[in-house]
């Protein structure tokens, strides 16, 4: 089973917040919705959820900077997990790689929007 690759709404923040504390980073649901709310207004931000018929079993999170040794952008991923069941569920990291590779930090910016 593949996982389907969508970015995050604050319906979301429960399943990534329990994502979140499976990292080790517990965080209420508030500020979770919050946080999804404030990275989605900010062009150089986005979070992204992995869903399977099993519900949200990923998370990754993505900031686009420029960066001034180069004339493009990098892009760093600033959260990613995986939940335990995910990896037997179909959340790839080939998934994974795909949404990276398309991020406008590696030179592809069509897939960003």
């Keep these: 089973m593949n996982a389907a690759i969508r970015p995050a709404t604050p319906r979301d923040a429960d399943a990534v917040a329990g994502l979140l504390a499976e990292l080790g980073y517990p965080t209420d649901v508030e500020p979770c919705r919050r946080r999804i709310i404030q990275l989605s207004r900010n062009a150089a931000d986005r979070v ?4 399977t018929d099993e519900g949200i079993l990923g998370l990754a999170s993505l900031h686009v900077m420029p960066v001034f040794h180069r004339d493009d952008h990098l ?13 037997v569920a179909g959340v790839s990291d080939v998934s994974w790689f795909r949404l990276w590779s398309s991020s406008p930090g590696n030179g592809i910016a069509s897939a960003w929007k």
């Design 48 to 51: 992204f959820i992995a869903v």
């Design 75 to 87: 892009c760093r991923l600033t959260a990613f997990v995986v939940a335990e069941q995910g990896t």
